[in-house]
């Protein structure tokens, strides 16, 4: 998860996440650490960061904002609940 650590939405959105999911789950990169993003997700050298969060699999898939949070609903056994709601009709157009 690469997100924009200056962001309080994003640390209250993410921390949620994590206490809901289970704290070692997922791992969160501050996207302001620019010389670490290139070096470890060459793919987001340039990617718009402030705007959305990205999630990055272990095969190098990379989802962006809306997509990024439903994605990593599969990750959890403890979040599969909530993928009802991301996958409902119109989920993406909101989200």
Do not use: K
């Amino acid at each position: 998860m690469i997100y924009d650590g200056q962001c309080r939405f994003c640390q209250r959105s993410l921390d949620l996440l994590r206490h809901l999911a289970g704290r070692h789950v997922f791992r969160l990169h501050d996207a302001n650490d620019r010389p670490m993003i290139r070096a470890s997700f060459p793919m987001l050298a340039d990617a718009d960061a402030e705007d959305a969060m990205f999630v990055v699999t272990p095969r190098r898939e990379v989802f962006r904002g809306f997509f990024a949070f439903r994605r990593m609903m599969w990750e959890s056994p403890r979040l599969f609940p909530l993928l009802l709601l991301f996958y409902a009709p119109g989920a993406a157009l909101i989200g």
